[in-house]
Structure formats: C-alpha cells, structure tokens
C-alpha cells in the first residue's frame, strides 16, 4: 500500500525556520517526483515545490523560492522542505505528494502537517 | 502560468440528481507528447486531496463509475451522474502539462 507521511509541523515565529518531512513507503521511492503542496485552512491547494528521483531536477513557486529547500534521501525513504524567513502567509497544511507517470500527475497524498506562523 | 477556472464555485444538489463541473485553462493543455495532463481530485471535509480523474477522462482506482471527465484543449468537465451524500466536499481541476502545476480554485458541492 502506497502511504505518504508528513511530519515536523508546528508554530513557528515569523522570520523563523522549520523542517517538514515526508516519509514514503509501499513503492520504490527513489523512482518518484515528490511535490509539496500547501493549503491554507479553508482555502484551495497551491503548489510549493518539486524534486525528481534523484533530485538533479528542483523547482519552487515564487512565493517561496530563496527561502524553502527542498531534498530527499533515498536511503531514508524520505523528502523534505526546508523553510526559512517563514511570514504568516506561509501558515498552512503542508502536503506532500507522489507523481505518476503512468497517471501524469500526482496520484498518492499524504495526511498533511499543519504550520503555523505567528508571534 | 497557466490559470485554472473552475465554475461553478459552489454547486447545491439534490441527493440522487447530477452535477457538474466546468474547468478551463487559459491555454491549451495538450502536450508536445499528445497527452492532455488535466486531472480531476475531491476533498473530503477534513481530508486531503484524493485522485479521481486522470488525463481528462480516466477514473482512478476506488473511483465509482458515477464520476466521469470530459473535454479537450482547455475546456473540460466533471461530471457526477447521481450524487451521494460521501460525494460531498470540494472538487479541484488540476494541469501537469506545464509546470508549475496549477489548481483551479475549486468548487464546493453540498447537498441542497
């Protein structure tokens, strides 16, 4: 069974940093594009970040290019989304996602980890 | 970027009746490989996202057949042939032809 996990949300002050994590399992991780995907609550998904299989291939939304990184460790079956210089506008529910080739587009999400940024 | 629009932003429906789903892209979502990359997710209320159609008309595992998609180039369409009350919650037309990848803003169905 393909499971995506998110980890490491929590409150954060602005102009603070964080470390999201997302733990994949039930299918061949390093063969997989991972996307963040974020949503504020009560609001539709925007897109955050991308990162191939071997992570030679990384993009970022404008919003948060220069202050988010995003990595994987194949070895650990796991993504991340360094975050710095957060802003109250990055508050959301930060999901990770799986890309498919044979769905051409993300098929697989995870539960989602929450990020609150306020003083 | 390309722009998603989806109408309606909020569709009231009758239990057992159809709705559905208008989603359009400001350019042509056919890519240079042929495939046309718009898919279809629902999300339950406290939920996250969940795949139903993928290239424009094809359910996904799990989905009833009561879900279908439809439309090419930048108009398409979902459509629920009988709603049920798990049907409920919000609806998003997604692109991967072009990245970044974009969302429409989504549509709320609820039941009248």
């Known amino acids: 069974e393909v499971q995506l996990v998110e980890s490491g949300g929590g409150l954060v002050q602005p102009g603070g940093s964080l470390r999201l994590s997302c733990a994949g399992s039930?299918?061949?991780?390093?063969?997989?594009?991972i996307h963040w995907v974020r949503q504020v609550p009560g609001k539709g998904l925007a897109w955050v970040s991308r990162?191939?299989?071997?992570?030679?291939?990384?993009i970022y939304a404008d919003s948060v290019k220069g202050r988010f990184t995003i990595s994987r460790d194949n070895a650990k079956n796991t993504v991340y989304l360094q975050m710095h210089s957060l802003r109250a506008e990055d508050t959301a529910v930060y999901y990770c996602?799986?890309?498919?080739?044979?769905?051409?587009?993300?098929?697989?999400w995870g539960q989602g980890t929450l990020l609150t940024v306020s003083s | 970027d390309i722009v998603m629009t989806q109408t309606p932003l909020s569709s009231p429906v009758t239990l057992g009746q159809p709705a559905s789903i208008s989603c359009r892209s400001s350019?042509?979502?056919?890519?240079?490989?042929?495939?046309?990359?718009l898919s279809w997710l629902q999300q339950r209320p406290g939920q996250p996202p969940r795949l139903l159609i993928y290239?424009?008309?094809n359910r996904f595992s799990g989905v009833p057949d009561r879900f279908s998609g439809s439309g090419a180039g930048t108009d398409f369409t979902l459509k629920i042939s009988r709603v049920e009350p798990e049907d409920v919650g919000n609806y998003y037309c997604?692109?991967?032809?072009?990245?970044?990848?974009?969302f429409g803003q989504g549509t709320k169905l609820e039941i009248k």
């Open positions: 996602a799986r890309d498919s080739k044979v769905y051409g587009g993300v098929d697989y």
């Open positions: 039930g299918f061949s991780f390093s063969n997989y594009w």
């Open positions: 290239k424009i008309s």
């Open positions: 990162i191939n299989g071997d992570a030679s291939s990384i």
């Open positions: 997604v692109q991967a032809t072009q990245s970044p990848r974009t």
């Open positions: 350019q042509s979502l056919v890519h240079s490989d042929g495939n046309t990359y």
